[in-house]
């Protein structure tokens, strides 16, 4: 496996930085009501507020990069909304395990409550994808959502994952 680099680093420092000084102004979380509907708001409300900052941020990418198609829009509001509540040293634990392989995980499982938060990161993109379908959303943005790590939708799937990525 080849180690992660600087830019690999960098990019796990920011979302460090992010996930610590996240917040949601009430007026950016007021602006949401003008084309997100109720159920999937609902979703979003119970994200934790680090998801729900990056979600915002992604979908600021998004648009910057001209999407302006709902679905797509939506899928990367609640991308992470199956995170749910899992604390900041799980997902760094998920993070350095992805980086620098699974003995990561092994030993990090044995500390109690780390297994369920790390498999519930894992499997994170199925769980978000129930969560939106459950909401509402359309299958093709649950579909986004779903395999938001190995895009599928040949239109936005990637401009999804490259957004997720750099925010």
């Known amino acids: 496996m080849t180690r992660p680099g600087a830019r690999w680093w960098a990019g796990r420092i920011r979302q460090f930085r992010a996930y610590v000084g996240a ?19 609902a979703v979003f409300d119970a994200m934790h507020v680090a998801d729900r900052r990056h979600g915002l941020d992604v979908v600021a990418t998004l648009r910057r990069e001209g999407v302006r198609d709902p679905e797509v829009l939506l899928a990367g ?44 990161l894992e499997r994170h993109p199925e769980r978000s994808a129930e969560m939106a379908a459950a909401a509402g959303c359309s299958a093709r943005t649950v579909e986004l959502i779903r395999w938001q790590e190995a895009p599928r939708d040949p239109e936005f799937g990637e401009l999804l994952r490259l957004a997720d990525e750099r925010n």
């Open 77 to 120: 509001l609640i991308h992470d909304a199956g995170k749910g509540t899992t604390g900041l040293v799980p997902r760094v634990l998920h993070a350095l395990a992805h980086g620098y392989g699974p003995s990561i995980r092994r030993v990090a499982t044995v500390v109690p409550g780390y297994r369920a938060a790390l498999d519930g």
């Open 23 to 41: 917040g949601v102004p009430a007026g950016e979380r007021a602006g949401l009501e003008a084309w997100v509907p109720p159920a999937v708001l």
